[in-house]
T-cell receptor, first 112, second 116 residues
Framework: QQQVKQSPQSLIVQKGGISIINCAYE??????FPWYQQFPGKGPALLIA?????SEKKEGRFTISFNKSAKQFSLHIMDSQPGDSATYFC???????????FGTGTRLTVIP | KAGVTQTPRYLIKTRGQQVTLSCSPI?????VSWYQQTPGQGLQFLFE???????NKGNFPGRFSGRQFSNSRSEMNVSTLELGDSALYLC???????????????FGPGTRLTVL
């Protein structure tokens, strides 16, 4: 059972545009929601993360929006750049299990 | 500080064989987690080791096992390989310094296993 559902599977955006990736989770016990960025041949790297008591977190061009009642969260990449082309994974962390549950990933391509 | 290293980076095996993958965590990190990454299933948690003890386990068959040594290095073993075991196997380490809270996991580049 996929505990974290991610969409879209792939995304193509023009340079300077906004990239939006959505995730939905089922387990209300999740208490930390990180986003990971993965380039080909590399392992995922933490990009930005949010706790469920916060509705939005911004770091540079990257923003997480969190809707606790809807059990949804999304990643917004403003002014998307070709260097942002990568696969993005949302994840949910369950402290008791000390385990990350990942979404299936979104391959982002930013066209120059 | 050196990152997480995994060896080998690429591996080709045949069905029925067994394989051992190695992971060296960031110096000072005591927790090592293993994940399987496939195009269809994405990243799935295999197990976590902390201070040489398996602390958590995902939903994988017993053919997947692991261990951690006193220097925190970890190995993962897959016995009786099946075609479906072809995947990128990722290792992640964390300091696990904050009890009952998320400790950032740092991922290695992975080992690409192909089963023929």
């Amino acid at each position: 059972q996929q505990q974290v559902k991610q969409s879209p599977q792939s995304l193509i955006v023009q340079k300077g545009g906004i990239s939006i990736i959505n995730c939905a989770y089922e387990n209300t016990a999740f208490d930390y929601f990180p986003w990971y960025q993965q380039f080909p041949g590399k392992g995922p790297a933490l990009l930005i993360a949010i706790r469920p008591d916060v509705s939005e977190k911004k770091e540079g061009r990257f923003t997480i929006s969190f809707n606790k009642s809807a059990k949804q969260f999304s990643l917004h990449i403003m002014d998307s750049q070709p260097g942002d082309s990568a696969t993005y994974f949302c994840a949910s962390f369950l402290t008791g299990a000390n385990n990350l549950f990942f979404g299936t990933g979104t391959r982002l391509t930013v066209i120059p | 500080k050196a990152g997480v290293t995994q060896t080998p980076r690429y591996l080709i095996k045949t069905r029925g064989q067994q394989v051992t993958l190695s992971c060296s965590p960031i110096s000072g990190h005591r927790s090592v987690s293993w994940y399987q990454q496939t195009p269809g299933q994405g990243l799935q948690f295999l197990f976590e080791y902390f201070s040489e003890t398996q602390r958590n386990k995902g939903n994988f068959p017993g053919r997947f096992s692991g261990r951690q040594f006193s220097n925190s290095r970890s190995e993962m073993n897959v016995s009786t390989l099946e075609l479906g075991d072809s995947a990128l196997y990722l290792c992640a380490s964390s300091s696990a310094s904050r009890q009952g809270a998320y400790n950032e996991q740092f991922f290695g580049p992975g080992t690409r296993l192909t089963v023929l």
